[in-house]
């Protein structure tokens, strides 16, 4: 049994004062939800600040990115063991948001990865095509490429440890969400790499997060899908009515 995540992607929103506010009133709403983990990524700044107001309760603290180096000279950039101080538990890992603006790699994913694991956090880590390489019917392709980069040299004892989320650009911030049965197409073909790569027993384990566009209207259509196992969700997730719904989703 593979317990589903909800994981809301603050992306650059949020002050301090804004992120403490949030949880302070998605802490009740959430608080009797067993069947799901529920986790919240703030920005850098906000982490600590909310890592000490759920400190507590079920809502885990992800950030939303990671350098590879325990420490130096990379300006602008946090290490691993610092989210670990600043109280996340996880970390976002190659959002095609920075492999878009920020030129980030399959390569720098994967030492991403193995960082995050060796510091302790459970990675969170994003793979997906975008509309022209779907179009291209290249949707597979893409998908196999960033997983075997992204994930190489990892053992199954480290992908216990790794949640995976099949984002299609496409369908990110757009109100394009792929039907279920797309959604659930692409994550039976990264569930099949993982069985290729580390064998049927972590295969069967690992969970595979949809996100692009998740809203509470769409949400059960998606979670009753046997291959989906949450969902990463940006726009809605800034409002605690929309998220706290997200968590609900049985009662959806
Ligand atoms: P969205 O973003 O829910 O706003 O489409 C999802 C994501 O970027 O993780």
């Known amino acids: 049994m593979r317990k589903p995540v909800i994981a809301g992607n603050w992306k650059m929103y949020k002050t301090i004062a804004e992120a403490v506010d949030f949880v302070t009133k998605l802490k009740p709403l959430v608080a009797s939800a067993e069947h799901c983990e529920v986790v919240v990524a703030p920005p850098f700044t906000a982490l600590r600040a909310v890592a000490d107001a759920v400190?507590?309760?079920?809502?885990?603290?992800?950030?939303?990115?990671?350098?590879?180096?325990?420490?130096?000279?990379?300006?602008?950039?946090?290490?691993?063991?610092?989210?670990?101080?600043?109280?996340?538990?996880?970390?976002?890992?190659g959002h095609s948001e920075?492999?878009?603006?920020?030129?980030?790699?399959?390569?720098?994913?994967?030492?991403?990865?193995?960082?995050?694991?060796?510091?302790?956090?459970?990675?969170?880590?994003?793979?997906?095509?975008?509309?022209?390489?779907?179009?291209?019917?290249?949707?597979?392709?893409?998908?196999?490429r960033q997983f075997r980069a992204g994930f190489a040299g990892l053992t199954p004892q480290d992908f216990s440890r790794i949640i995976v989320a099949y984002e299609p650009v496409w369908a990110i911030g757009t109100g394009r969400t792929a039907t279920p049965e797309m959604a659930a197409e692409s994550h039976r073909f990264i569930r099949g790499l993982v069985r290729q790569q580390l064998g049927e027993g972590v295969a069967s384990a690992v969970r595979i997060l949809y996100g692009g566009s998740v809203k509470p209207d769409n949400v059960k259509g998606l979670m009753a899908q046997e291959e989906i196992d949450g969902a990463l969700v940006g726009g809605a997730s800034l409002k605690v009515d929309s998220f706290s719904a997200l968590v609900n989703f049985p009662q959806a």
């Open 55 to 93: 400190k507590g309760s079920n809502i885990a603290v992800a950030a939303q990115n990671v350098h590879w180096d325990k420490e130096g000279a990379h300006t602008g950039d946090i290490a691993p063991g610092m989210l670990r101080e600043a109280g996340c538990t996880h970390v976002i890992i």
């Open 98 to 144: 920075r492999r878009q603006d920020c030129g980030e790699t399959d390569e720098q994913v994967n030492r991403k990865v193995k960082a995050a694991l060796a510091a302790g956090l459970l990675p969170i880590v994003c793979v997906g095509e975008t509309l022209a390489e779907r179009e291209a019917g290249k949707t597979q392709e893409v998908l196999e």
